[in-house]
């Protein structure tokens, strides 16, 4: 996973990438609606309805950003939900919403690094991430660290792009998230290098079979992969 949103700096990853969420943290939330038709907000839906069976009572974010995700979580009736992200001003936003929500009683944004997570082992129930793996530095490490905080028997659900396969839906996609995509993003956000990354990372990353055989590799056991609206998105599941 080699793809940088800066190409001209020296920074890692990780640095780059906490620069670009908090230069584009005031526009996220609409750009995130506005790209995706408002689909999004159903992928996540769609994501958290598969743990009402196991009802998980503490449950960690990870790449929170502005906390929708955590959010959408409550649907569950936690006790509690933990958004961490390593992005400062993602986190300034997501705690103004919650506070405007009202829902500050119920989650809490950290500060914090998706591969050195600050928690013991098997603390939470579940833990999930919406669009968030593609960015991590080092994949494996992250998905290892998430195993390792969560509970024997909890399941992790991560929600990201994906690569459509067919026609007509690979080629209007890849149209899309070159041309048009980018534009958009450009002029609302004012970065130049954000909406470039995005279908960059997503072209790298490994979905389907190859993301669940990384899952695999660092411990999770009957994964799953669910297809979202002809492939442009997917959901990973795995339990511990």
């Not at 070159?178 to 990353?205: H, W």
């Amino acid at each position: 996973m080699s793809v940088l949103p800066y190409k001209d700096k020296n920074e890692g990853k990780k640095q780059q990438v906490a620069s670009m969420f908090d230069n584009i943290s005031k526009k996220y939330d609409l750009l995130n609606h506005v790209l995706s038709l408002g689909i999004d907000i159903t992928w996540r839906k769609k994501a958290i309805r598969l743990l009402e069976k196991d009802q998980p009572k503490l449950i960690l974010d990870i790449a929170t950003g502005t906390g929708d995700f955590a959010i959408e979580a409550l649907a569950l009736h936690p006790d509690k939900v933990v958004g961490v992200d390593i992005s400062a001003g993602m986190l300034e936003e997501g705690r103004r919403k919650i506070k405007r929500k009202k829902l500050d009683h119920l989650i809490e944004l950290q500060m914090g690094d998706s591969e050195k997570l600050l928690f013991p082992e098997n603390k939470f129930d579940a833990v999930i991430v919406s669009f968030g793996v593609r960015n991590f530095e080092n994949l494996e490490k992250g998905l290892a660290d998430m195993h390792r905080v969560l509970k024997p028997g909890g399941k992790t659900v991560i929600v990201e792009f994906s690569k459509p396969k067919k026609f007509p839906m690979k080629q209007a996609y890849n149209f899309y998230f070159k041309y048009i995509l980018p534009r958009i993003g450009k002029l609302v956000s004012k970065d130049n290098a954000a909406y470039t990354y995005l279908p960059e990372s997503v072209q790298a990353f490994p979905d389907g079979n190859d993301f669940l055989e990384i899952l695999r590799k660092v411990g999770f056991k009957n994964t799953k992969c669910k297809e979202l609206t002809f492939g442009i998105s997917s959901i990973y599941i795995g339990e511990k």
